[in-house]
Nanobody
């Protein structure tokens, strides 16, 4: 049973930092590229960041470049998103998701339940 569980969200003030975690189980964690995807209130899903299997390659959407850092610890089956200089428009539910595989043809194969990040003064 594949499972991804996010944690670390909460209410913070503008300019604050926060670290999100995502623990995977039920699959070979190191075989998957991983992503963070978020959904702001009333908005659609927005891809945020990607990291490859070994953790050496990453990518970010323009709005978070220089502020967010994605990294992973395959020994702990854990994905992280370090967020700094948080602003109100970062408010969203943040999901971790595995990269889609060629066999499925999907952008993302598995999703976590999400963790709420609220940035407000």
């Amino acid at each position: 049973q594949v499972q991804l569980v996010e944690s670390g969200g909460g209410l913070v003030q503008p300019g604050d930092s926060l670290r999100l975690s995502c623990v995977g189980s039920g699959f070979t964690f190191s075989r998957y590229g991983l992503n963070w995807v978020r959904q702001a209130p009333g908005k659609g899903l927005e891809w945020v960041s990607f990291i490859n299997r070994g953790g050496a390659t990453s990518a970010y959407t323009d709005s978070v470049k220089g502020r967010f850092t994605i990294f992973r610890d395959n020994d702990k089956n854990t994905l992280y998103l370090e967020m700094s200089s948080l602003q109100p428009n970062d408010t969203a539910v943040y999901y971790c998701a595995t990269d889609g595989s060629p066999s499925t043809g999907s952008n993302f194969d598995y999703w976590g339940q999400g963790t709420q990040v609220t940035v407000s003064s």
